[in-house]
């Protein structure tokens, strides 16, 4: 069944824009509310947002929903994602609620709904929920004594900072370790540098000046020639840049060189596994992940399990498969022993224990594979269905035969645009750059 407000990581859109608009919120908080009212106590949610200026909009709207239901409202203020999700099941709350579009431009943003246990909703959760949007919600308003009350949680950043720093080694601290943090003027800019200086490091933060507009402009993980040049410039250790939601993670070597999710993981799979801390014999990672990765964990006895793309798809993946180590060539980063969602923060944690246990320098540490060739191109299309035409499904298949069995093509609409996703991978470069200049130049023919 196809979703009206849901799409792969909760609700987004821009703000005030057709679909996310205060009147939405509001709905939203009086059905999710309703739907996660349980038992005789006074039920609670706990709100954190990133830092847009319509995060005050919607935190104010949501908030009006769910006291309105008789939900007790939690208010984190600025908070990363994962902080959320850790302190729905840290504080007993009934529902999470995280107010973010992630990565995207300012004038986006979006709404994240966590279960009591920290993870995310369910499909059919998530479907059950739009119904009741879209429905009479009258029958569920709360009254007298029964109305919630609204309150700011001002522990709760000291909350999560003590239990980030209580992920990394007992016998490791980062002191003679010069980092630069890019917080991406993000939900992040609080916490993160705390907790880095906390643990012992020189911690150089860039991206910690948040005015409701600047978030993801120009820094954080998707714009990492900011924490780049600063790593040269000051001549650090490592540099690490968490995006505006601080769920993912990017980082830069002693050279400003970018290392993405999938060394990144090839790292952590080796050094978990070396102090037996491994679950499932290998690693959860999307079918964007290169191929040198799929077979350097294969050369130490490790195996990737690949699922679709989103964080979502690689945690359930991890939680049915038994894995305990999963992520996204991007740099969502799931570590299921300490959270229920990426967390760049821990996970750039586990890297600098790694870094201080080793005599070598980051950019030495992160060289586990060299990558296989690969190539993304992003098609747009004004409507139809492209995939489905006679011609471009012919181009992928003569593509996918040229590619032989030494090889991966990858095909996939986006969930969020209207952008056909065409990914070449293999030993031969030029090869797989005529691959994909051949599928992208049938899909344009028609779109």
Known sequence: MARKYFGTDGIRGLANGSKLTPDLALRVGMAAGQKFVRGDHRNRVVIGKDTRRSGYMIEQALTAGFTAVGMDVYLLGPMPTPAVAMLTRSLRADLGVMISASHNPFEDNGIKLFRPDGYKLSDEI???????????????????????????????????IEYAKRTLPRNIDLSGLRVVLDCANGAAYKVAPVALWELGAEVITIGNEPDGFNINHKVGSTAPEAVAAKVRETRADIGIALDGDADRVIIVDENGQVIDGDQFMAVIAQSWMQREMLVGGGIVATIMSNLGLERYLGSIGLTLERTQVGDRYVLEAMRSKGFN????????????DFTT???????????????????????????????????????????????????VIQAIADGQAMLGTGGRLVIRESGTEPVIRVMGEADDAALVNTVVTQIEAAIREIA
Request: charged share 30%; with cysteine.
């Open 126 to 160: 998530e479907l059950e929920i739009e119904r009741m949007i879209d429905g009479d919600m009258s029958g569920f308003l709360a009254h007298g004594r029964d109305i919630g009350r609204a309150h700011r949680d001002e522990e709760a950043r000291t909350r999560y």
């Open 341 to 391: 969602t990426g967390d760049g923060l821990v996970a750039a944690l586990q890297l600098l224990a790694v870094l201080k246990q080793d005599e070598r320098s980051i950019s030495e540490i992160c060289a586990r594979f060299e990558k296989v060739p690969q190539l993304l191109r992003s098609v747009k299309f004004k409507s139809g269905k492209p995939l489905q035409h006679k011609q």
């Open 325 to 336: 180590v999963g992520g996204e060539q991007s740099g969502h980063i799931i570590l299921s």
